[in-house]
T-cell receptor, first 114, second 115 residues
Framework: QQQVKQSPQSLIVQKGGISIINCAYENTAFDYFPWYQQFPGKGPALLIAIRPDVSEKKEGRFTISFNKSAKQFSLHIMDSQPGDSATYFCAASDRGSTLGRLYFGRGTQLTVWP | DVKVTQSSRYLVKRTGEKVFLECVQDMDHENMFWYRQDPGLGLRLIYFSYDVKMKEKGDIPEGYSVSREKKERFSLILESASTNQTSMYLC??????????????FGPGTRLTVL
């Protein structure tokens, strides 16, 4: 059973537009929600993360919106650039667990056209 | 900077061969992970380890085993490679303590082809 569901699977956005990727989870023990970015030929790398005590976190053009009651969170990329073209993974984790496991969504392949 | 290295970027093996994928991290991380990445299926956890000689099954452990004899090294073993194990294999390491809180650092991946 997939712990984190991510949509869409692929996304095409014009340069300057807003990219939005959505994720949903069921396990209420999750309390850490990171997003990873993966460029072709590279391993994923942490992009931005949020804890459930805040509803939004912004870092530059990247914003996580978090809705605890709906158990949903999303990544917004403002003013999308061709350099943002990558695969994005949302994830969730229980920080109380000593095992350090992340549960990943299936990924979204973002293409930003110039 | 945290560095996670994997022994090979590309590997071609034959069906039935025993395959070893090696991963080394240089940041004294407690936890290490092996994932496989396939189009449309995302990152699927094979095995992970939270301490030397300790291991836990992930979501798809069948056909794989692991070894962690030293803290910095985590090996993935395909006892008898099969064509359905053709995939990209990613190793990661991470901490559970502040401030990283479960952040994982990934290696560049090994693309394994089993013929």
């Amino acid at each position: 059973q997939q712990q984190v569901k991510q949509s869409p699977q692929s996304l095409i956005v014009q340069k300057g537009g807003i990219s939005i990727i959505n994720c949903a989870y069921e396990n209420t023990a999750f309390d850490y929600f990171p997003w990873y970015q993966q460029f072709p030929g590279k391993g994923p790398a942490l992009l931005i993360a949020i804890r459930p005590d805040v509803s939004e976190k912004k870092e530059g053009r990247f914003t996580i919106s978090f809705n605890k009651s709906a158990k949903q969170f999303s990544l917004h990329i403002m003013d999308s650039q061709p350099g943002d073209s990558a695969t994005y993974f949302c994830a969730a984790s229980d920080r109380g667990s000593t095992l350090g496991r992340l549960y990943f969504g299936r990924g979204t392949q973002l293409t930003v056209w110039p | 900077d945290v560095k996670v290295t994997q022994s090979s970027r590309y590997l071609v093996k034959r069906t039935g061969e025993k395959v070893f994928l090696e991963c080394v991290q240089d940041m004294d991380h407690e936890n290490m992970f092996w994932y496989r990445q396939d189009p449309g299926l995302g990152l699927r956890l094979i095995y992970f380890s939270y301490d030397v000689k300790m291991k836990e099954k992930g979501d798809i452990p069948e056909g794989y085993s692991v070894s962690r004899e030293k803290k910095e090294r985590f090996s993935l073993i395909l006892e008898s490679a099969s064509t359905n194990q053709t995939s990209m294999y990613l190793c990661a390491s991470g901490l559970t303590s502040r401030p990283s809180y479960n952040e994982q650092f990934f290696g560049p991946g090994t693309r394994l082809t089993v013929l």
